[in-house]
């Protein structure tokens, strides 16, 4: 077995099928995040093949032939100059996810699912999302000539609710929140059939977004930056990082975990709780940032298990300061983000004097502007006069 699962918590190890996802040796309670949540692992071959390849799908479990004809991942990361200066950190960096086919991250964790999916056989995939992974499910879908049903709470933003009609997806909106449709979708499977791509909950979520981080890696002159921002719903991103990084000290590429800074919005921040406390309380999300809204973090626990681990921090930010971050990042390097992705902006303005400032840092962008453009409004005003001379103008 090259490529296998490990239990996160009891490290108990199983084959990768389609019909697992989550470890059966725990138990799973209401309003809490999941137990048990699997991880691949891979033998030395598989790592020592890797260290001279440096080929990402070497360290994927499905082969290159499974995945969809979509371009997903490598995508740039950048030096944005004006930034740079007016914060005073030379070594900034913007990994750049919104130019992912479907303009965000998650395109990274449905592009692996597909692929795991067409490698079974399997036609159907079911998702609950707020947006975001729904999308990205649906288009890399359409790509694979896989059908796509979405569950979508009722107030996730119009434009990634019409994106996934775009491509064609099963669209079920729920009168509720994520949670509801979450547990929706997962009725529906059992009932329906269809593989779930539920966040966290399908291991290939984690592994899927764990290229970011090779990606950076790679993009760097093959080494670790000091510092990562992560914007953090359920703690599935921050887990593909972690994952990634820690895939590369497995093969001897890197020998220090970078800093990782996990950037909640006030308003939804159970992990940055859970920090604190030790466990989790399910919190009544409210924030600008829908794609980092949620009551539950599905992958809770074990986001927080790396947090511990591997020296991580928690940072919480307000929606005022999410807002004027991604002003900020759009209006000074032309890189116009959703607001859970200027989170990341707005988590460095909140640490910046207390790291490094000469440490190589890398903000993790994760989601289009575009793709919410009632919060883009918010700090933006819209002329009110129109023209029809160029006399007229003041
Ligand atoms: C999903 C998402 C996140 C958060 O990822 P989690 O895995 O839920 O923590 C951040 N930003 C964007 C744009 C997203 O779509």
């Given at each position: 077995m090259r490529f296998r699962y490990v239990c996160s918590e009891c490290r108990r190890e199983f084959e990768i099928t389609p019909e697992l996802m989550v470890c059966p040796h725990h138990e799973q309670r209401p309003d809490r995040p999941l137990r048990g949540v699997l991880e691949v692992r891979f033998d030395d071959e598989v790592a020592q093949k890797f260290r001279r390849s440096l080929d990402i799908f070497d360290i994927l479990?499905?082969?290159?032939?499974?995945?969809?004809?979509?371009?997903?991942?490598?995508?740039p990361m950048w030096s944005p100059s004006n930034l740079r200066k007016k914060l005073e950190l030379p070594n900034l960096y913007l990994k750049d996810d919104t130019a992912n086919p479907t303009g965000s991250l998650k395109d990274r964790a449905s592009f692996l699912v597909?692929?795991?999916?067409?490698?079974?056989?399997?036609?159907?995939?079911?998702?609950?999302?707020?947006?975001?992974?729904?999308?990205?499910?649906?288009?890399?879908?359409?790509?694979?000539?896989?059908?796509?049903?979405?569950?979508?709470?009722?107030?996730?933003?119009?434009?990634?609710?019409?994106?996934?009609?775009?491509?064609?997806?099963?669209?079920?909106?729920?009168?509720g929140n994520y949670d509801l449709a979450y547990d929706l979708s997962l009725e529906y499977s059992r009932r329906f059939g269809g593989m779930s791509r539920?966040?966290?909950?399908?291991?290939?979520?984690?592994?899927?977004?764990?290229?970011?981080?090779?990606?950076?890696?790679?993009?760097?002159?093959?080494?670790?930056?000091?510092?990562?921002?992560v914007p953090v719903g359920d703690g599935v991103i921050i887990a593909g990082v972690y994952k990634g990084f820690a895939d590369l000290m497995g093969a001897g590429l890197i020998e220090t975990m970078p800093t990782v800074f996990a950037v909640q919005a006030r308003g939804s921040n159970a992990l940055c709780?859970?920090?604190?406390?030790?466990?989790?309380?399910?919190?009544?999300?409210?924030?600008?940032?829908?794609?980092?809204?949620?009551?539950v973090p599905r992958n809770g626990y074990h986001a927080l298990a790396n947090l511990k681990r591997y020296g991580g921090r928690c940072i919480e930010v307000t929606d005022d300061e999410i807002l004027e971050?991604?002003?900020?990042?759009?209006?000074?390097?032309g890189l116009f983000a959703e607001p859970a992705a200027s989170a990341s902006l707005a988590g460095l303005l909140k640490v910046r004097n207390s790291i490094d400032q000469k440490g190589t840092i890398?903000?993790?962008?994760?989601?289009?502007?575009?793709?919410?453009?009632?919060?883009?409004?918010?700090?933006?005003?819209?002329?009110?006069?129109?023209?029809?001379?160029?006399d007229e103008l003041e």
């Open positions: 479990p499905v082969p290159r032939e499974f995945f969809p004809p979509i371009p997903v991942g490598n995508t597909s692929a795991f999916a067409r490698m079974h056989g399997i036609k159907d995939i079911v998702v609950a999302s707020t947006g975001n992974a729904g999308s990205s499910m649906a288009g890399i879908g359409a790509a694979a000539g896989q059908k796509v049903t979405l569950f979508i709470p009722a107030a996730a933003p119009k434009a990634k609710l019409i994106q996934a009609l775009q491509y064609g997806a099963h669209v079920v909106r729920v009168d539920n966040t966290g909950y399908n291991p290939m979520t984690i592994e899927g977004k764990k290229t970011a981080a090779i990606e950076i890696f790679l993009q760097l002159g093959r080494r670790a930056p000091n510092f990562v921002f709780q859970a920090m604190e406390k030790g466990d989790f309380e399910p919190v009544s999300a409210q924030t600008v940032a829908d794609s980092i809204s949620v009551d971050a991604q002003l900020m990042l759009s209006s000074t390097t890398v903000l993790l962008i994760t989601g289009n502007g575009l793709k919410d453009i009632a919060a883009a409004q918010k700090l933006v005003e819209l002329p009110q006069k129109l023209i029809k001379s160029i």
